[in-house]
């Protein structure tokens, strides 16, 4: 966990001092709504379908137990009894009356959790890895250069109004879990060969209604420069990104019409200016940031305890000991993640009740911390092995231990039309169909790594582009078809999915889904070739025949 200091404190209370004088200028009436836009943006508020939603930042993915007991007590307060994990790091309450909003943020303060910078055209919330400092094999913990950077961004004035929302997320593992590839600015954290730690920096990736990979702009920046150099791209955007539409305004837009070579050109020589300023990072600064992060006490721990060993004749345990639980960096522990996709449930939604259990899990079990994944998956990053039996019993009585992780009902979604006001079709009760329909765990097991994402909009909020089998709601005549694409994937290897023909309406796409998996299932060349696998080898064509032989 990292330790805030006074600074961070003062700066947090004295925002939600000038949101609170903000909302009470709006109920009297001193401000119209369209006045009051800008500010709420600032300060993680939107207004949605059927009231104001509160969207609150989880740095770099990273809860306390206190942290997350206070969401709770925001959901159970302020809201209706719960929360929404996003695919970004953050929560978003979907029922706080702007009258409460000042006290929610006030009460969110007291444990240094804030909402700014999750809307508007500034750079939101740092992203990365939930494994970070964990996870085995990894460079260096990515979150002690996602602090820097949210330190950096942080109310930036240059920055504040950019063309468009601006994302930066980081990984420092071979396997990435941050989805750099679709952010705006992707950090892969690497030594080069002197040693030395430094970024690849890729640029340009994105979703939405134009989807692009990113490209690498630099194969290494050295630690110390990486500010001036993410410093040197924002300014380039913000000279040369478009304001006058907001459709063409992201900076993917700006790399794809230059075209890499270009932007990396005017990139360089904006870093010319840049690189040797007060931007560069000294051995002292980092060391300074990396000390505050507070890491376990491990203790000398079997990778084989007896607790372990006992509960293995168990075979609902094993089953997601398999599936829920990956190794971690130190010898006798292990990560767990908790699935919030349980068979029938919106995916990433919490009851504040399994926030207070979690909370109470994390600090009997998990050194007091909780990650938060873009996945829309909790994890517990700290679990002794021998722990785990007891563990899995009271994530089993919470409805947290759906052995489903990465599987078919492993389901990301956005709110869609059930919430959003910018949605055109439910995303929502498909995702609940589709886990009705592959509820049996057997299957989903033989089906293996399946990834379905949905989004109710072109805006991608659930990352259908990315997504294994990815289902876009689109509005036809007043009735919500969904186009299918297949193939897409987000991790290191990351690819947008071809569409495979027409859209379907709503009371088919389960059935078109059903016939997809039923598809692969017969092509794979063999049990263990993933469904993305077939796809890349056999293209989208077999598909595309079964789905609209009889339609």
Not at 233 to 246: F, K, M, T, W
Request: aromatic share 8%.
């Amino acid at each position: 966990m990292y330790a805030y200091d006074e600074m961070d404190r003062t700066l947090v209370n004295e925002r939600v001092s000038e949101f609170r004088d903000q909302v009470k200028r709006r109920l009297s009436g001193e401000l119209t709504e369209d006045e009051f836009k800008m500010l709420r943006l600032m300060n993680g508020v939107y207004l949605q379908l059927h009231a104001y939603m509160l969207r609150v930042a989880i740095p770099y993915g990273t809860l306390s137990a206190p942290q997350l007991r206070k969401m709770a007590h925001v959901a159970r307060k302020y809201d209706r009894g719960y929360g929404h994990f996003t695919t970004r790091q953050n929560i978003q309450f979907n029922w706080i009356k702007l009258s409460d909003l000042p006290d929610a943020l006030e009460d969110l303060a007291s444990v240094g959790i804030h909402a700014m910078q999750t809307s508007g055209n500034c750079v939101r919330n740092v992203t990365t890895d939930q494994w970070a400092g964990v996870a085995p094999g990894e460079v260096e913990d990515p979150r002690i250069w996602a602090e820097l950077l949210r330190q950096y961004s942080t109310m930036h004035p240059e920055f504040t109004y950019l063309p468009r929302k601006f994302k930066i997320a980081i990984t420092a593992s071979d396997h990435d879990r941050a989805a750099i590839k679709v952010h705006d600015i992707g950090l892969r954290i690497l030594n080069n060969e002197a040693g030395e730690t430094g970024f690849e920096v890729l640029v340009g990736g994105g979703l939405g209604r134009t989807p692009f990979i990113g490209k690498v702009i630099k194969p290494f920046v050295h630690g110390r420069d990486i500010l001036s150099y993410v410093e040197s791209i924002l300014r380039v955007y913000n000279q040369y990104g478009r304001r006058d539409n907001i459709y063409k305004a992201r900076i993917k837009i700006l790399v794809h019409e230059l075209g890499i070579e270009k932007f990396a050109a005017e990139v360089e020589e904006e870093w010319q200016v840049t690189r040797e300023s007060a931007l560069q990072l000294d051995d002292e600064v980092v060391a300074d940031i990396r000390a505050r992060f507070r890491y376990p006490g491990y203790e000398a721990l079997s990778d084989t305890p007896d607790e372990l060993t006992a509960a293995s004749a168990d075979p609902q345990f094993t089953r997601w000991l398999k599936n829920s639980v990956a190794a971690h960096q130190q010898k006798g522990y292990a990560i767990v993640t908790l699935s919030l996709k349980p068979i029938g449930g919106p995916p990433g939604d919490a009851t504040a009740e399994q926030m207070d259990a979690i909370a109470d899990l994390a600090e009997k079990y998990s050194f007091g911390e909780i990650r938060v994944g873009h996945e829309q998956n909790l994890a517990l990053p700290n679990v002794a092995k021998r722990d785990l039996p007891a563990l899995w019993r009271q994530l089993d009585k919470l409805g947290l231990a759906t052995p489903n992780v990465n599987l078919i009902t492993d389901i990301i979604a956005c709110p869609g039309l059930d919430y959003c006001s910018l949605a055109n079709a439910r995303a929502i009760p498909i995702a609940q169909e589709l886990t009705r329909r592959f509820a049996n765990h057997d299957l989903a097991d033989m089906i293996g790594r399946l990834h379905i994402n949905i989004s109710g909009c072109i805006n991608a909020c659930g990352h259908h582009h990315v997504g294994h089998i990815g289902i876009l709601g689109v509005e036809k005549n007043g009735e919500e078809f969904y186009q299918i694409t297949i193939g897409g994937r987000a991790d290191e290897g990351a690819v947008v999915g071809t569409l495979i023909g027409p859209a379907v309406p709503y009371d088919d796409v389960a059935n078109v889904i059903e016939d997809i998996v039923e598809s692969y299932l017969a092509l794979r060349a063999r049990p263990d070739e993933l469904f993305v696998q077939t796809v890349e080898r056999l293209g989208v064509e077999p598909f595309k025949e079964r789905v609209y032989a009889t339609r």
